[in-house]
């Protein structure tokens, strides 16, 4: 009798599993590591978390692999870059995933963006995102903006958890504001040096930091550089007294390292994206190394 | 809030302007012109000073006068952004000539593709082996495809191809609509659907247009099977994703049966039709290593009296790596493909055969890839089957967008005299950046 019981209830109760009234977690998948590090920390444990590109790689050349349709498939959210960073390859994974329900934010909405390529463009000038440069993430103060968007969305799926969510903005918010307080007294000394960076990657951050990019290694982007302007840039960086070579984790340093030898320069390796480097878990932690590291190369 | 700023001075500008256009000469309003004139000394000076605080922030924001925007801290939104406002900047203020011009907004992305070949072929009256089709030793434009890719509305996605050969003569390609969700819940979840004119899913190979190839020219047996053109077909495909741990999806397409090779339909024979079925899997090995097997099945009835079937069923397997670290300088591709095909045209006689085909591709560095390709038409033995080919690759793609490529291939003679065939082909695309199938 007690089993019979037993089933009727299960049976009864089955159904809740699936409505909205019984707690489910959110699929959320995140075009990159960032994205995924800032929708983690807004979300909390009512959401599960999953990114596409890996910290350790470009996301510009990211594979159109059908197990990431798959992945899109079962996603209640896409959170992208935007900008044109995955145009290469999220078009595809769209179309496979066949889930018209899923929510597309694109978080570049609502972000000053830099370098928004004025007059006529062409591709003589190399990969030249013509909605601007999409490396933003590496402004903080952009983070908050895009921690907000994203917990913004995740109440609007998720109306029950909206006091969870704000709970876990205003922490996430409170954290980086912190940190960008330290942050920026931590780089104040280093304001108007002039460096070098191998891609046009770090113009967000620059601008944050006050630091003044006079070169590319990469004068074109996406385009290996040519040996004239390899020698030239050797030269200018020689005659400015340029002692700093930035460079993003996932890139070869064989080229940047043997320009910065040459100029008598140091290249610094800065994680570009959270999972960049070992121990780079958090967006904040993100900026904790970056910070750090460009404190020690540049004092 | 120097945006605002920028805003409100070009607000201050117009206004003004305007102001005193709108005005008649006229000894009544001359007071009130002196007043204007006053208030626009008064303007001046604001805006100069508004220009100088400008000057000064731009100075203090580094040496990038554009990114001077509502950067600080101070500009994050507090409140989340309203969805009604998020579709981007808002309606620009309309000009009369806007009104009359023709709006570019929804115009479809557009890239081009275009191919030309440097061949020589060690028997020039022989030259059958490229494509199917003639090649004269020397240059030889090989195709230029125009691709043209919208959506519709909220539910269709339109993608057209259109093909311009060496001769001159453009050709559909493919024309397409494809659709994962439609109103009233008429598609089912975990499905999308396919009509027009495309390229039939059988094996891998097939799907590639002519600038996809991995290497200048087709296998052998999906030449033997299905002709030069390869199985391209008017048609309609529903493809499911399977609910398994791995990527699985079914495909299903009903064809109109026209592929000269494989079909035998006369024009004025009433067309039979063919069906398509086709099996795909795909599992990650690690973030590095993908492994895709495939199933394929297309059976239809040829023209004429009687119930006649040709079939033709296939297998596909794809090993890739890439690195995560540079992963734009290393990879590597092997992929093989075996097909078996029936083809009874009753009393005109039954034919049987199949064939492998083999190839690896390895990246070496950014812009290099070197490729072998081995061709064993004729598992079990048929007619146009019995040459073993065998191809080797170097390419050089100087950026995404073109790609120069020097092939040799060896044909094995059996009976006849031995064929070599070397290509030198050109590949470039312009237009807008399309994304990359895997």
Known sequence: MKWKQTCLWIVLLLPLLNSPLGARTLSVVATTRDLAAIAEAVGGDRVEVRSIAK???????????????????????LLYNGLQLEVGWLPLLVQGARNPGLVSVDLSQGIDVLEVPRGEITR?????????????????????????????????????????????????????????????????????????????QWEYLAHWAGLSIVGYVEDKPGIPPAPKHVAELIRRMQERKIRTLLVTSFVNPQVPQSVAEKAGATMVRLPSSVGGIEGVETYPSLFETIVSRLVEALK | MLSLKRRFLLWVAVLSSSALLGLQPGSAQETELQLLRRQLGEMQQHIQALLQ????????????????QAMDTGAVPESPPDPATQGGTGPSPQSPDAVRSV??????????????????????????????????????FQEAEFQFTADVDPYWAANIILAIDRDGATELEEGYVTSSELPHDLLPRNTSIKVGKFFAAFGKHNLLHAHQFPFIDQPLISQAVFGAEGLTEPGMDLSYLLPTPWYSELTFQALAGENE???????????????????KNFVDLGDETTLEWGQSYIG??????GHHLSQAVGTDL????????????????????????????????????????????????????????????GIPKFKDGRKNRVSTLLAFAPSEFSAVRLQYSYTDPDGQSPLSELFLQFNFTIGSHPAHTY
Do not use: C
């Open chain 2, 53 to 68: 605080r400008m000057e000064e922030i731009e100075k203090r924001a580094g040496s990038f006068p554009q990114n001077v």
């Open chain 2, 103 to 140: 709006s570019r907004a929804f115009n479809p992305a557009i890239s081009v593709n275009s191919l030309f070949l440097g061949g020589y072929s060690s028997s020039p009256t022989k030259t059958g082996i490229f494509t199917g089709t003639d090649f004269h030793n020397g240059f030889n």
């Open chain 1, 124 to 200: 003589a000038e190399g990969d030249i995102h013509p909605e601007g440069n999409p490396h933003y993430w590496l402004d903080p103060r952009n983070g908050l903006s895009m921690g907000i968007r994203i917990s913004w969305q995740l109440k609007a799926l998720s109306p029950m958890d909206g006091p969870f969510f704000d709970q876990r903005l205003e922490v996430f918010k409170r954290g980086l504001e912190a940190g960008i307080q330290s942050w920026e007294g931590q780089l104040r000394p280093l304001r108007g040096r002039e460096v070098v960076t191998y891609h046009k």
């Open chain 1, 55 to 77: 910290g350790s790689q470009d996301p510009h050349y990211v594979a159109a692999k059908p197990s990431y349709m798959r992945l899109l498939n079962r996603a209640d959210l």
């Open chain 2, 318 to 377: 794809t090993l890739k790596w890439r690195p995560l670290l540079n992963s734009r300088e290393k990879g590597i591709s092997w992929q093989t493909e075996y097909m078996y095909f029936t083809k009874d045209l009753g009393r005109d006689g039954f034919s049987r055969g199949g064939g492998l085909v083999t190839s690896l591709q390895y990246q070496f560095a950014q812009r290099w890839w070197v490729q072998g390709r081995y061709d064993l038409p």
């Open chain 2, 261 to 279: 090779g494989l079909f035998r339909s006369d024009e004025d024979a009433k067309r039979r039709g063919a069906y398509l079925g086709h099996w």
């Open chain 2, 300 to 305: 239809g009835r040829n023209s004429g009296p």
